[in-house]
């Protein structure tokens, strides 16, 4: 069972152009939701996260939106740049009282961000 | 400042032989730990978690086990390798009660 779904398996953006990468849930329980970005035979490194108390965070060229009625998130990258080009990953966690349950990710099976110059 | 380190970065062992990858966390105490593994074509699926020495926990049924015998140490093993466990393992921590993690730069296992 996916709980988190990349229904795109790549997107290809003009450098300079928006681009937008999405991310559906089904866990309700989900109330944590962050973007990673993965370079080959690289660990992911974290971009930008969302709590479910937020519609909306911000970092630098990076915005993430969250819909909890629809479940989805999306991340936006204005402008792109050819540095960008990457695999995304969106992941989710659902806390506990314990908080343990805030590293245990599952992730979406990403996304191929290409960004032409 | 925090790191993580893991070794070997590459591995080919052949079925049936055994397994151990080391990651170890610099610049921090008493982390949550966690091993993920990327099958090809799909995305990381939590295997281990830690959140103490010699506490873990299982999140899959596999042939996989973890251990972790000092608080920054965090060890994949099997005894008995298998074709299926083939693909790229990435191990990470996290503070406690944050969501974000910190990852290695992953291990490339190839099972022949």
């Known amino acids: 069972d996916q709980q988190v779904k990349q229904n795109s398996p790549s997107l290809s953006v003009q450098e300079g152009r928006i681009s937008i990468l999405n991310c559906d849930y089904t866990n309700s329980m989900f109330d944590y939701f962050l973007w990673y970005k993965k370079y080959p035979a690289e660990g992911p490194t974290f971009l930008i996260s969302i709590s479910s108390i937020k519609d909306k965070n911000e970092d630098g060229r990076f915005t993430v939106f969250l819909n909890k009625s629809a479940k989805h998130l999306s991340l936006h990258i204005v402008p792109s740049q050819p540095g960008d080009s990457a695999v995304y990953f969106c992941?989710?966690?659902?806390?506990?009282?314990?908080?343990?349950?805030?590293?245990?990710?599952?992730f979406g099976q990403g996304t191929i961000l290409t960004v032409h110059p | 400042s925090q790191t993580i380190h893991q070794w070997p970065a590459t591995l080919v062992q052949p079925v049936g032989s055994p397994l151990s990858l080391e990651c170890t966390v610099e610049g921090t105490s008493n982390p949550n730990l966690y091993w993920y593994r990327q099958a090809a074509g799909r995305g990381l699926q939590l295997l281990f978690y830690?959140?103490?020495?010699?506490?873990i926990s299982s999140e899959v049924p596999q042939n996989l086990s973890a251990s972790r015998p000092q608080d920054r140490q965090f060890i994949l093993s099997s005894k008995k390798l298998l074709l299926s466990d083939s693909g790229f393992y990435l191990c990470?921590?996290?503070?406690?009660?944050?969501?974000?993690?910190?990852f290695g730069e992953g291990s490339r296992l190839t099972v022949l």
């Open positions: 830690s959140v103490g020495i010699g506490q």
């Open positions: 990470a921590w996290s503070g406690e009660n944050t969501g974000e993690l910190f």
């Open positions: 992941a989710a966690s659902a806390g506990d009282a314990g908080g343990t349950s805030y590293g245990k990710l599952t």
